[in-house]
T-cell receptor
Framework: DAGVIQSPRHEVTEMGQEVTLRCKPI?????LFWYRQTMMRGLELLIY????????DSGMPEDRFSAKMPNASFSTLKIQPSEPRDSAVYFC???????????FGEGSRLTVL | AQSVTQLDSHVSVSEGTPVLLRCNYS??????LFWYVQHPNKGLQLLLK??????LVKGINGFEAEFKKSETSFHLTKPSAHMSDAAEYFC????????????FGAGTILRVKS
């Protein structure tokens, strides 16, 4: 299995631009999570899906952030418009039903200038 | 609400000496506890997990952790450090075995000196 695949690995953009991060979870996993990692705040859960349905988005910072999961093999996290304080590493993780273990992608490092 | 406190932000050991990374937790319920490791520019990988079975949990790469309810601790240990163990380690708590909202500690950076 290829594991959780994220793209792009690195993104540099200017303030005000739209950013789209992509994630392909491990096949057969029922849950998908988006996390953000910064030096100041550590790892924060943004949103998670169960069977493609958003269950809890209470961690999404504000309306500029949105996430979708149109099917079991693809999810996006969009930031529009982006701001410098959005600079972080964004991780996608998936999990099979019935276990607590998360499988993480290698992350997307976002820099907003 | 559940929380974890990693007592050391940085730990430095010599290769071949024991490793101890400390973690205290707080949970309203019988917790599930995890240790994850993150190597530079990589995602997080599960080292081990405790889910109310044996209190001494063995993980990958020779790591183990002991759940001590009386001390609300879940410290990570390894008898002999290897250079490849240099990474950041996260203690994580969930309030259910399959709980979805994991709470991550701030992390401990382990440095291994040759």
């Amino acid at each position: 299995d290829a594991g959780v695949i994220q793209s792009p690995r690195h993104e540099v953009t200017e303030m005000g631009q739209e950013v789209t991060l992509r994630c392909k979870p491990i096949s057969g996993h029922d849950y998908l999570f988006w996390y953000r990692q910064t030096m100041m705040r550590g790892l924060e859960l943004l949103i998670y899906f169960n069977n493609n349905v958003p269950i809890d988005d209470s961690g999404m910072p504000e309306d500029r952030f949105s996430a979708k999961m149109p099917n079991a093999s693809f999810s996006t996290l969009k930031i529009q418009p982006s701001e410098p304080r959005d600079s972080a590493v964004y991780f996608c993780a998936s999990r099979p039903r019935g276990t607590g273990e998360l499988f993480f992608g290698e992350g997307s490092r976002l820099t907003v200038l | 609400a559940q929380s974890v406190t990693q007592l050391d932000s940085h730990v430095s050991v010599s290769e071949g000496t024991p490793v101890l990374l400390r973690c205290n937790y707080s949970s309203s319920y019988s917790p599930s506890l995890f240790w994850y490791v993150q190597h530079p520019n990589k995602g997080l990988q599960l080292l081990l997990k405790y889910t109310s079975a044996a209190t001494l949990v063995k993980g990958i790469n020779g790591f183990e952790a002991e759940f001590k309810k009386s001390e609300t601790s879940f410290h990570l240990t390894k008898p002999s450090a290897h250079m490849s163990d240099a990474a950041e380690y996260f203690c994580v708590v969930s309030d259910q075995p399959t709980g979805n909202k994991l709470v991550f500690g701030a992390g401990t950076i382990l440095r291994v000196k040759s």
